[in-house]
């Protein structure tokens, strides 16, 4: 149903402000459809490397292709990326449909076309028979149901979540983290997953990328990061004590 995912490719990407250098030369392939999760704690640099894939930041140098393209001076919009984060930042004023078609109509396409396919991204995350709610009458979980449909409702090549769930109860995020799989793996689409929760990130990547102070410390599976840390930092996110 949706535009297949595109590989990410992040080359030897370093991002400095002022005298710091919050990322020191970061290389990450991720393969179509694949869902890769960037690990670390507050402060390593995942939300600065997420800023800079979707255009809503520049790095200091190296580059970042989608596909076969390079992205590097391309504007946020013209990425063909979905966004989600944190806080939802869903627009108050606007009901659930209303902010999922607003990404659409920027789109030039006709005001049926909209409804119709932000309908069906609210279908995605079984939120049709709440379309014409506004965030307040939303609870938690399903506003950022809302902000999963906006973000798939362009047909991204690449999704991008910040920390989508670190703003639920624990509770909830258990079947959010389902819903969140189950959907990219619907859409085939390839996913950059940012996360200082290990647990997330163990039960939903392919691959887990784990990040210490703008470096790449380890990248591989979840088994193998378990069976295989590179040391001890590695060790201690993945659960290992000894
Ligand atoms: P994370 O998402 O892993 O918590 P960030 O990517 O947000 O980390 O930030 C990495 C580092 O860059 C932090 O030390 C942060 O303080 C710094 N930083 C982020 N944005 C800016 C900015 N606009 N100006 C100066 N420093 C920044
Ligand atoms: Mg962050």
């Known amino acids: 149903m949706a535009t297949p995912g595109k590989p990410v490719s992040i080359k030897n990407l370093v991002k400095r402000f002022a005298s710091t250098e919050v990322l020191q030369g970061v290389n990450l392939d ?3 459809g694949e ?3 960037i690990l670390g704690p507050s402060g390593c ?3 600065t490397i997420l800023r800079i894939v979707a255009g809503l930041d520049f790095a200091t140098s190296g580059e970042v292709l989608i596909g076969a393209k390079a992205v590097t001076h391309l504007p946020a919009w013209e990425r063909e990326i979905g966004l989600v984060f944190q806080n939802f930042a869903l627009w108050p004023h606007m009901t659930a449909l209303e902010n999922v078609a607003f ?6 396409l006709s005001k049926d076309e909209c409804r119709r396919r932000a309908l069906e991204a609210l279908r995605l995350v079984r939120l049709e028979h709440l379309a014409t709610r506004y965030p307040s009458q939303l609870s938690g979980g ?3 149901r809302v902000a999963i449909a906006r973000a798939t409702v362009i047909n991204p090549s690449v999704l991008l979540l910040d920390e989508p769930l670190s703003a639920l109860d624990k509770s909830l995020r258990k079947d959010m983290q389902l819903e969140i799989k189950s959907i990219q793996q619907k859409l085939g689409i390839t996913t950059i997953f940012v996360t200082h929760d290990q ?9 887990i990328v784990v990040m210490r102070a703008g470096k790449i410390v380890q990248i591989d599976t979840p088994e193998r990061l378990y069976s295989n840390p590179v040391d001890r930092y590695v060790a201690q996110f993945v659960g290992e004590t000894n």
């Open 45 to 47: 640099g995942k939300s």
């Open 30 to 32: 991720v393969k179509t």
């Open 199 to 207: 647990e997330e990130a163990m039960s939903l990547s392919d691959r």
């Open 103 to 108: 990404g659409l109509e920027l789109r030039k």
């Open 142 to 144: 399903q506003q950022q």
């Open 35 to 37: 869902f890769i999760s």
